[in-house]
């Protein structure tokens, strides 16, 4: 039986899923024209599943594509050249598995090459990349980096600059063809001087919170396998109370389907999602710690979010204003 997944990531073999058929489309798409892209969203909105998912989708539909996948979360504080050496490292590791994947060897020359390499700054990443195009032949190589806000801070700029100047200079093939940058903050908050971006080629990839029909198609899921129903009030209800938030969505759905025990046959209705709720309230979760951090650090959050607590849609443009007004503040450290 499947569950609704808590933990990172989720899969279609084990959790039920949202299949954002729309969002991967277009994602796919952007790839396959070559560009580079963030996908730049708060925590456990889906990130990682959703660029795991496209990836999946696109060696599917067309095996020429050449997908590996860093991350970037263990670089925080780690010096330039320790970085650079570490992500060839990761380069070779995560190219030697996509073949081993495809149930195929790389050339002998492809593994001198990456074997041999080393890189200790930007230039000579460029280099390498440049290289390793001509060792992948029709392959269109394609990386996607998760958690790239652990990018050491000095050396974010070089790095930037030189996946600027591969996109620009076009040479045929783009190696990488195509990159997505995935974290949760933007390009501007990790820019080191506040100046321009040196990535102003970005594609910014919006991944938005589920619609009540893709909470639908969530639940569905498990009332399809198991035949307990939600009262349609409940769904709208989960849906309302999350904001459509995935792994909020998951959480209550977890707590209503395996933690308060109702019996299988009895649909799930207002009571038991009460239950759910004030449940959920107490306990401790990553989102609500983030909000409480912001608040300890500039006391204007605790009133925009009580604002937002006490929602109604006359204010709604006000309070977005003030909390972007805010969110500046904290980014400027005043
Ligand atoms: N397509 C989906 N269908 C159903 N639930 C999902 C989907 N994508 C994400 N979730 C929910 O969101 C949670 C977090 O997913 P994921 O780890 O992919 O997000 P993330 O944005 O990469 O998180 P983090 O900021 O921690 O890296 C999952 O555990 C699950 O509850
Ligand atoms: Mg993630």
Do not use: W
Not at 88 to 110: C, M, W, Y
Not at 250 to 260: D, F, Q
């Amino acid at each position: 039986m499947k569950t609704f997944g808590t933990e990172g990531p989720v899969s279609p073999e084990k959790n039920y899923i949202v299949s954002r058929t729309a969002e991967l489309t277009d994602f796919i798409d952007r790839i396959k024209q070559g560009k580079y892209l963030v996908i730049f969203a708060p925590c456990q909105t889906g990130k990682t599943t959703f660029f795991q998912l496209a990836l999946d989708m696109l060696v599917a539909e067309d095996p020429t594509y050449f997908p590996i996948e860093l991350n970037f979360e263990a670089y925080v504080d780690v010096d330039p050249v320790d970085f650079y050496r570490s992500l060839v490292e990761d380069i070779r590791e995560g190219i030697v598995h996509n073949f081993q994947k495809r149930g195929s060897t790389p050339t002998k020359a492809l593994m001198s090459f990456l074997d041999a390499a080393e890189i200790t700054n930007h230039l000579l990443m460029l280099r390498f990349f440049q290289h390793l195009a001509s060792l992948l032949g029709n392959q269109k190589f394609v990386v996607i980096i998760d958690e790239f806000d652990g990018i050491p801070t000095t050396a974010v700029r070089g790095f930037l600059h030189s996946l600027r100047r591969i996109y620009l200079t076009r040479s045929a093939p783009q190696c990488p063809h195509s990159v997505g940058i995935v974290g949760v903050k933007s390009i501007a908050q990790l820019d080191y001087d506040r100046s321009v971006s040196p990535f102003n080629i970005h594609d910014e990839f919006a991944l938005p919170n589920f619609t009540l029909e893709q909470v639908h198609e969530l639940l569905g899921q498990y009332t399809d396998e198991v035949g307990q129903v939600f009262a349609p009030e409940v769904i709208e209800s989960l849906h309302k109370q999350t904001g459509g938030q995935p792994f909020l969505v998951n959480r209550c759905a977890r707590i209503l389907t395996a933690e308060l025990e109702i019996p299988k046959i009895d649909p799930i209705v207002m009571e038991h999602f009460s239950s759910a709720h004030a449940r959920f309230l107490r306990e401790q979760n990553r989102n609500i710690q983030h909000l409480l951090t912001n608040i300890r650090r500039d006391r204007c959050f605790e009133r925009i979010l009580m604002e937002i607590a006490s929602y109604d849609k006359e204010s709604a443009t006000r309070e977005i204003s003030d909390h972007r007004k805010c969110e500046r503040r904290v980014l400027r450290g005043i």
